[in-house]
């Protein structure tokens, strides 16, 4: 069974919320001086640990930045996703072979990286999902607006946190509002933002 997370109270810090959350250990470190890896388990959601070990690497200089996932590859996650349903939402998702589309088509399948290839993610099947176009984009609005608050180098904490929420924003929604109310509501109001207009709103 799903333990629901227990509802904030007043003058709650997120540090008193996780606390209540399994501690997973953190994956053994060669320099100890170096920041802290460890993290909430966050269950049903796990972020792999090799995923925050390459983050770590990337924000420490010693990975680079992951290629794009190859055309043939992307194509076959797209087709195999075409019909389900987005993680997020719900919307059912289409792949749009072939065609270029932009905001217009808010169901069309994409491809993405849930920890940013800018944060060090990797091109592993763990750390690629398949969502709508409108949630894809609402989300790398919110990356890009965090990173520009953080004059593109926030730190490793912060950079961990978003992994956290992002990884959430994907598979655990309700877990997504729950412990990170600002990433979470910057998320839907962009999302609202960018949803098309019916006909009766055009001619309204």
């Not at 087709?79 to 270029?100: Q, R």
């Not at 989300?139 to 608050?149: A, D, F, I, K, T």
């Not at 600002?182 to 309204?204: C, G, I, L, N, W």
């Amino acid at each position: 069974m799903t333990r629901e997370p227990t509802p904030r109270k007043n003058g709650e810090t997120m540090r008193q919320i996780n606390a209540e959350l399994e501690i997973c250990p953190a994956p053994e470190c060669p320099d100890e001086t170096g920041p802290s890896n460890s993290y909430g388990s966050l269950m049903p959601v796990e972020i792999p640990p090799e995923e925050l070990e390459r983050s770590l690497r990337h924000f420490q200089g010693n990975e680079c930045k992951q290629e794009a996932v190859s055309k043939s590859r992307k194509n076959r996650l797209l087709s195999d996703a075409d019909g389900g349903k987005c993680s997020t939402c719900s919307t059912v998702m289409k792949h749009l072979i072939g065609i270029k589309f932009g905001h217009e088509r808010p169901d069309a399948a994409t491809l993405e990286h849930v920890n940013p290839r800018c944060l060090g993610g990797s091109n592993d099947d763990h750390n690629l999902a398949v969502r709508c176009n409108l949630c894809n984009r609402a989300s790398g609005h919110v990356v890009n607006e965090w990173l520009q608050r953080h004059q593109y180098e926030p730190s490793w904490d912060e950079r961990k946190s978003m992994t956290i929420y992002l990884w959430l924003e994907v598979y655990c929604v309700s877990m997504a509002e729950e412990l990170f109310p600002d990433h979470f509501r910057s998320f839907t109001t962009k999302r609202k933002s960018m949803q098309p207009k019916t006909e009766e709103e055009v001619r309204a």
